[in-house]
């Protein structure tokens, strides 16, 4: 069972427009929203992240947006850069359980110049 | 060097052979995870530890074995390598419910391929 499902697999943007990632989790007792950025090669990191007291968080060009009553959660990516492409994942875990997180399967991202 | 970091970078062996992936981190958290990705799935959790000698099973465990003597050590091995372990593995450490940070840190991966 996919407990934090992610789309779409794959995303083609021009540059200076609007990239938009989609999450939607099952499990109510998440309480920790992180998207990691993936470049080639190398491992991911931590991007942006969110507790389900607010409703949205920016930072930069990134916002995440999160609608708890829909358990979905959204990262935005304003004026979208080449230098942004890359792999995205969501993941989603409780503080009060096992900390363990579940990720999404990904987007790849690819901004045209 | 501060991180995490994992090795070798790129692996080939055959089926049937044994195989460890090491991965060495120098924050002391308590947690390490070894992950392993595949296109279409993201990133799957293999086994994961929350302390020196407490290790337990993730998403996909079967064909792996993990140890954690010292916190800041934590290999993989594929005691028989098969074909469908060809992947790329990702060992990332945290400080999972401490001051609200649940960041996870990954290292740069090891590619490897079972022929």
């Known amino acids: 069972q996919q407990q934090v499902k992610q789309s779409p697999q794959s995303l083609i943007v021009q540059k200076g427009g609007i990239s938009i990632i989609n999450c939607a989790y099952e499990n109510t007792a998440f309480d920790y929203f992180p998207w990691y950025q993936q470049f080639p090669g190398k491992g991911p990191a931590l991007l942006i992240a969110?507790?389900?007291?607010?409703s949205e968080k920016k930072e930069g060009r990134f916002t995440i947006s999160f609608n708890k009553s829909a358990k979905q959660f959204s990262l935005h990516i304003m004026d979208s850069q080449p230098g942004d492409s890359a792999t995205y994942f969501c993941a989603a875990s409780t503080s009060g359980g096992s900390y363990i997180p579940t990720f999404g399967r990904g987007t790849s991202l690819i901004v045209h110049p | 060097d501060a991180g995490i970091t994992q090795s070798p970078r790129y692996k080939i062996t055959e089926t049937g052979r044994q195989v460890t992936l090491m991965c060495h981190q120098t924050?002391?958290?308590?947690?390490m995870f070894w992950y392993r990705q595949d296109l279409g799935h993201g990133l799957r959790l293999i086994y994961y530890?929350?302390?020196?000698?407490?290790?337990d099973k993730g998403e996909v465990p079967d064909g792996y074995v993990v140890s954690r003597s010292k916190t800041e050590n934590f290999p993989l091995t594929l005691e028989s390598a098969t074909r469908s372990q060809t992947s790329v593995y990702f060992c990332a450490s945290s400080e999972l419910g401490q001051g609200g940070t649940d960041t996870q840190y990954f290292g740069p991966g090891t590619r490897l391929t079972v022929l």
């Open positions: 969110i507790r389900p007291d607010v």
């Open positions: 530890s929350a302390a020196a000698d407490i290790t």
């Open positions: 924050w002391s958290h308590s947690y």
